[in-house]
Nanobody, 129 residues
């Protein structure tokens, strides 16, 4: 059974940092793309970043480029999202998701929610001004 466990959310002041973790189990980590998404109240869920664990290919939404960094520890089956220079507009519930995807087929479209088959529960990130 595929399981994804997101953690690391919390309350932080604007300009601060948080690191989210997505612990995965039930599948061969190397052959999957893992994505981070977020959903603010009253808004649609949007893609933040994704990574292919086999070759490290990454994509970022324009809104987080230069501030967020996604990384993968394949030995621990865990993907991280380091979030720096946080802004109040980053406030949302953050979710991680997984899809079986060959590395060479990854593209910016891999940031779409429809690309993913498996979802974890969310973790709340609140950035105060």
């Amino acid at each position: 059974e595929v399981q994804l466990q997101a953690s690391g959310g919390g309350l932080v002041q604007a300009g601060g940092s948080l690191r989210l973790s997505c612990a995965a189990s039930g599948f061969t980590f190397d052959y999957y793309a893992i994505g981070w998404f977020r959903q603010a109240p009253g808004k649609e869920r949007e893609g933040v970043s994704c990574i292919n664990s086999s070759d490290g290919t990454t994509y970022y939404a324009d809104s987080v480029k230069g501030r967020f960094t996604i990384s993968s520890d394949n030995a621990k089956n865990t993907v991280y999202l380091q979030m720096n220079s946080l802004k109040p507009e980053d406030t949302a519930v953050y979710y991680c998701a997984a899809v079986s995807l060959p590395a060479h087929t990854m593209s910016i479209s891999t940031l779409k929610t429809s690309a993913y088959d498996y979802w974890g529960q969310g973790t709340q990130v609140t950035v105060s001004s």
